[in-house]
């Protein structure tokens, strides 16, 4: 059986950033160190890290008194972070930079007097935390539907931004529906939209021309995951999410010559790793790469992990 990896997949810079303040952060203070919610959609990345000495909450509530706090990569509202300053606990900001850019492009759009919409996913954390980062009402829309419903007059200046996680195909038909419902509307240049959403996504349209079945490595609240399966669906190649290589189905290979995987942005390769382990149990295969994009993007850590 063929095995063709896409390129690029697994771990976005943001992703690395993020891991990275945690573990510099438990070498530095020693454990426990307390994150916010899931640093990064992933089971595998969180057990590894919670064994290494790192608490996971919810809520701040759960935060002893002077615990270093760390805020995972799909940010955080104000009053998560008004609540940490109040508590006065030493706090490491993990939000992507890609997502602390949106959030001052909502806060730019709201002081110029424009109405402000968001295209997301309604209940994902990023989602939660750029609507509580903007110092205004924000209108979430999840589809073209959602645009239809808007009730705001169509002469109204309004301004969209878009969740990181989706890419400029997701959201193009919804930004297309604004476009034609409002007279007066400015949304971010589309080269603004995340870079690594956009690569992982082209890749699995490559990857989906070479193979019969697609194998798509991540979590199941993973949103950038679950986005390219449904890539792979949609342009006609059987598609599944999966974990690692303990989910994989020898039922969906039957009739298989080449296999695709790829991986969300927040699977390590190590998984990606297990699942080829897993096709050499069914049956001898060769693995090769598919020639991608580079990614060489690198986000600088927080200076209190970086001095001295």
Known sequence: ME????????FCAGVVRAIEIVERAL??????????????????????????GAIFVEDLSEVP?????????????????????????????????LVTKVHNQGKRYISKG??????????????????????????????????????????TPVAYITQTTLSVDDTRDIIGALQAKFTD???PDTRDI????????SAVRDLSKLVDVILVVGAANSSNSNRLREIGTEVGVASYLIAD?????????????????TAGASAPEVLVDDVIEALRRIGPVSVSVLPGREE???????AELTAG
């Open 114 to 155: 424009r109405a402000l919409i968001l295209i997301g996913h309604a209940g994902h954390p990023e989602v939660e935390g750029t609507m509580g980062q903007v110092p205004a009402p924000v209108l979430l829309v999840q589809s073209v539907e959602d645009v239809a419903e808007l009730t705001l007059p169509t002469d």
């Open 296 to 302: 060489n993007i690198e986000f600088r850590l927080p």
């Open 3 to 10: 095995v063709f990896l896409a390129q690029p997949r697994g």
């Open 27 to 52: 070498e530095k203070y020693g454990p426990p160190v307390y994150v916010r919610h899931e640093i990064v959609h992933n089971k595998y990345v969180v057990e590894s890290l919670k064994k290494k």
């Open 65 to 97: 008194a002077k615990a270093v706090t760390v805020f995972s990569a799909h940010g955080v509202a104000r009053s998560v972070e008004e609540e940490a300053a109040a508590r006065d606990l030493p706090v490491l900001n993990a939000t992507c930079p």
């Open 194 to 201: 995340c870079y690594a959403t956009q690569n992982r996504q």
């Open 245 to 261: 290589g303990s989910e994989l189905n020898p039922d969906w290979l039957k009739d298989a010559k080449a296999v695709g995987i």
């Open 185 to 187: 509307i400015q949304g």
